[in-house]
């Protein structure tokens, strides 16, 4: 639980500077020297022999999932939507979660559907004034960022689970590994090197990010989430939001419409809050 806090925190500052600093730098060349840096830190602790090639294998797909394609849907919402909207899109989390257990064990339930339609309700009210083919393409990415970040936890703790023998950063750097493949890959297609280069601010704050953020903030989220059980941990997915909307509100003061924020977010915890309903009602039928 104290690893998942003190990650918290760190990427709730993480957020608002992507949107105050890095904005106008190509996305692409953003994710791949964030995943660059991180694949650095643990380099030195990795081992690369007598580690089974299964587990190899698994951290480099989790990883390239988790970070590698999250990051590359995460950093190109940041075109179409405000920070404090982008970290209350994140509230859906958990929902994949379940969503995602679920699946693995072939079944669902039909009820989730309506506490992501309410959830869809709050997202729009938030920005009913402006509602664009923008904004709700950022929605869709932000979604498809939750959907990616939400498999890359469960199979990590369920990897994990099953090797508990390795040290978990001797084996880490195959999860940053995993990622590194993915956005080099997508810089060298879809790059723009027009757009690759930073001031000495922007690097300090690529540094920030490569570094804490991802580098050690990653490892001891990933590592948390071993740590405490599934109900825990889509509490504290959903923790960043009001942490990086202080933040951002406090520091920044970027948000223009309080009144609709407000409504908007209430709708979303409502949601929320159904979805709990709906899993203890299907808990208890379960039971019985």
């Known amino acids: 639980m104290f690893y998942l806090i003190i990650v918290t925190i760190l990427w709730a500052f993480s957020v608002s500077l992507i949107g105050e600093y890095l904005i106008g730098l190509d996305s692409y060349f953003l994710v791949f020297i964030r995943v ?3 694949s650095l830190i643990f380099i030195p602790f990795t081992k690369f022999r007598g580690v089974p090639t ?3 294998l698994s951290l480099l797909l989790i990883g390239s999932i988790q970070i590698g394609i999250m990051y590359l849907c995460l950093y190109h919402s940041y075109r179409f939507l405000t920070v404090p909207e982008l970290l209350l899109f994140t509230i859906f989390t958990p929902f994949y979660v379940t969503l ?11 009820l989730y559907l309506i506490s992501a339609f309410v959830a869809v309700l709050g997202a729009y009210i938030i920005r009913y004034e402006n509602v664009s083919s923008g904004f709700l393409f950022g929605f869709i990415l932000i979604q ?15 990897i994990i689970e099953r090797y508990k023998t390795f040290d978990q950063k001797e084996i880490f750097g195959y999860f940053h590994f995993g990622a590194l493949m993915i956005t080099t890959v997508a810089i060298l297609i879809f790059g723009n ?11 300090g704050v690529l540094m920030w990010l490569g570094i804490m953020a991802s580098g050690i903030g990653y490892f001891l989220w990933n590592k948390g989430a071993t740590m ?10 959903n923790a960043l939001i009001p942490t990086g909307l202080f933040v ?4 920044w003061g970027k948000v223009e419409n309080y009144v609709s924020l407000s409504i908007g ?3 979303i915890i409502f949601s929320l809050w159904l979805h709990t309903k709906f899993m203890k009602m299907k808990r208890v039928k379960t039971a019985l």
Do not use: R
């Open 36 to 38: 660059f840096l991180a």
């Open 54 to 56: 299964k587990l190899q």
């Open 100 to 110: 995602v257990y679920d699946v693995l064990h072939k079944q669902f339930n039909a």
């Open 144 to 158: 498809a960022s939750n959907i990616c970040f939400a498999i890359g936890q469960s199979a990590y703790k369920y």
């Open 193 to 203: 090197f027009e757009k690759m280069n930073p001031s000495t601010l922007q690097w």
């Open 228 to 237: 405490v059980d599934a109900g825990v941990l889509g509490i504290m997915n």
């Open 248 to 251: 951002n509100i406090i520091i």
């Open 265 to 267: 977010t209430a709708v």
